[in-house]
């Protein structure tokens, strides 16, 4: 690691706000993105009459426990069933034993019901357990963040830095095109393709990338603009060296620095946009985990203010964290920023 790399996370590691939010983030997301075996209705593990099975990963049928059931799936909440595994065996249950998709079964009271020790955050008007939505929900909501971010930079660095680089008439008619591109209604264009096909997830990255890019792209070709005319990239020109060469080591690690303290406030963005979508209805399809599911459910269930009060709290915290860990990262590039 150079010098200044060191510099930059001695800066990061200063911040402290930013460096436990960040492990805060880290911690969260990685026991979301094991999902399966946190929140399930399936066992983790069990273990009969010798053999070993894992539901978790794998579909079973009835007739896998004994010749008194039939060769259909299997639902392992039936008493019956449960009682032929435990004579024989054992079974390893996930700390919460509903999946996302999950009716509870024997509710106090008609759905949505409060909080209580079987359901932490309560159920929902559709008696699905709430942290469990929450959970898979969240994995959701920071995947299509991360994945929107992370290309949809892509795109807009290496447009901006042909942009930047050439200029000229390159540089005119992109910024042409890019005004009368970010000038579209994307919210009809939206209407209008829910209306034609079911969104889905990767539908819905896409019709996001085709807009998102031109988040950083004015930011790298304002780099890219000054660094062309320095000294050592007229150098590099005059030696013969490849537009995309000068492009990749000269130029870029300059602008990056700009562009990397944008980046976790982009990421805030992009997570907000899918539970944006799902709160309008325009969002994935009906019973997938979803934040902005969530949250209308709280809007149309009014009497059950647990359903707005965690849509809110896990969203505001996702955002929270990502601005403080934003803020550490603008402060480890600031050249101006001092080591406390």
Partial sequence: MTPLNQRRMAIFR????????????????????????????????????????????????????????????????????VKAIQDKGWMVWPAIPYSYNTIVKNLPSPAPTPPSWRNLLGTDDQARDVLARVIYGFRISVLFGFTLTIVSSVLGIMAGAVQGFYGGLTDLLFQRFIEIWSGMP???????????????????????????????????????????????VRAARALGVRDTAIMWRHILPNALVATLTFLPFSLSGSVTVLASLDFL??????????????????????????????????????????????????DAFDPRKQLR
């Fill in 14 to 81: 200063s911040h402290r706000r930013g460096w436990w939010s960040l492990w805060i983030f880290l911690i969260l997301f990685v026991v979301c993105a094991g999902a399966e075996f946190v929140a399930n209705d399936r066992p983790l593990l069990i273990r009969y009459d010798g053999h070993w099975f894992v539901p978790v990963l794998q579909d079973y049928s009835e007739d896998a426990f004994g010749p008194d059931f039939l060769p259909i799936d299997i639902d392992y909440s039936d008493p019956d069933l």
């Fill in 186 to 232: 994307t919210l009809f264009l939206l209407i209008i393709l829910a209306s034609i096909i079911t969104p889905t997830f990767w539908v819905l990255l896409l019709f996001q990338l085709a807009f998102a890019w031109m988040g950083l792209t004015g930011v790298v070709r304002a780099e890219f603009l000054r660094g062309r005319n320095l000294d050592y």
């Fill in 281 to 330: 209805g325009f969002g994935l399809p009906p019973g997938s985990p979803s934040l902005g599911e969530l949250v209308n459910q709280g809007k149309n269930n009014l009497q059950a203010p647990w359903l707005g009060i965690s849509a809110f709290v896990v969203l505001g915290g996702i955002l929270v964290l990502l601005i403080f860990i934003g803020e550490a990262v603008r």
